[in-house]
C-alpha cells in the first residue's frame, strides 16, 4: 500500500536571506565617539525567518598583525520580541542592540589606529552573507 502525504510548499524550505546594506555611523572617530552601525537585511525565502544572528568582530591592525579586541554574537530574538522577517520583507538591525550599553572610543593614546569591522549574517547556523569595514580612530 502507497500513502501520499501532501506537505505545504513551505515545509522543508530552507530560509534564504540577504543583507541589502549596511554601514557605521562613521568612518574616523575621536575619543569619547560612541560608535554604532547597523545591517538592513531583506528576506528571499517563502517563509518567515524567526531569528537571525549577526557576529561582530573587530580587530586593530597593528604592524606584526591584528588583535582582536571585540567579538560577539547577537541573537535578534534576544533584543526584539516576536522577532520575525516575513518573506519579502526587510528588517534593519542596530548595533549594539536596544539595551545594550554603547561602545564609547576610550580617551587612550592606545585606542588611536585602524579597525577591521566583519559582521556576518548567520540564520540556523549558515552563513548567508558577510559585510566589512575600515574605520579609523584619531586623537
Request: positive net charge.
Amino acid at each position: 500500500m502507497l500513502i501520499l502525504s501532501v506537505l505545504p510548499a513551505s515545509a522543508g524550505e530552507a530560509a534564504a536571506a540577504r543583507i541589502d546594506g549596511w554601514g557605521t555611523n562613521k568612518d574616523e572617530y575621536q575619543a569619547g565617539d560612541t560608535v554604532s552601525g547597523f545591517i538592513r537585511i531583506i528576506n528571499e525565502g517563502a517563509t518567515s525567518i524567526r531569528d537571525i544572528e549577526i557576529e561582530v568582530r573587530v580587530v586593530k591592525e597593528t604592524l606584526v598583525g591584528g588583535i582582536e579586541v571585540h567579538r560577539k554574537t547577537y541573537r535578534a530574538a534576544d533584543f526584539i520580541r516576536g522577532f520575525s522577517i516575513p518573506p519579502g520583507e526587510t528588517v534593519l538591525f542596530h548595533f549594539p542592540p536596544a539595551g545594550q550599553p554603547p561602545f564609547t572610543v576610550p580617551a587612550s593614546a592606545l585606542a588611536k589606529g585602524k579597525y577591521h569591522f566583519t559582521g556576518r549574517l548567520m540564520i540556523g547556523g549558515k552563513e548567508f552573507g558577510r559585510v566589512e569595514k575600515r574605520i579609523r580612530i584619531v586623537r
